[in-house]
């Protein structure tokens, strides 16, 4: 049974920085596509990161220079080092892995099988 539980978030200023972390177990999971969504109060769920099997990564435009998501396939972690946050960035974070090995379609959440429960981040003004 695949499970991904997340941690690292926390409440943070403007300006600041949080790192997130992502660990797998049941699978193999250096086959598969690793992502991070998030969700905001009162909005749908929105893409934010994603690394493939390969290490291709994917961001949203609005977090593109600010935020880096890696994997450690030895450690079975993918992590979201998150810089310079804005209050727009506050929301629910979570992991989440592709249903079907070596699948590049990154920001496609469809394409995704397996959720986190989900780490808090909050950034203040």
């Known amino acids: 049974q695949v499970q991904l539980v997340e941690s690292g978030g926390g409440l943070v200023q403007a300006g600041g920085s949080l790192r997130l972390s992502c660990a797998a177990s049941?699978?193999?999971?250096?086959?598969?596509?690793m992502g991070w969504f998030r969700q905001a109060p009162g909005k749908e769920r929105e893409f934010v990161a994603a690394i493939s099997y390969s290490g291709s990564t994917y961001y949203r435009d609005s977090v593109k220079g600010r935020f880096t998501i890696s994997r450690d396939n030895a450690k079975n972690t993918v992590d979201l080092q998150m810089n310079s946050l804005k209050p727009d960035d506050t929301a629910v974070y979570y992991c989440?892995?592709?249903?079907?090995?070596?699948?590049?379609?990154?920001?496609?959440?469809?394409?995704?099988?397996?959720w986190g429960q989900g780490t808090q981040v909050t950034v203040s003004s």
């Open positions: 049941g699978r193999t999971f250096s086959r598969y596509t």
């Open positions: 989440t892995t592709h249903r079907i090995p070596f699948n590049t379609d990154l920001s496609d959440e469809e394409k995704y099988a397996y």
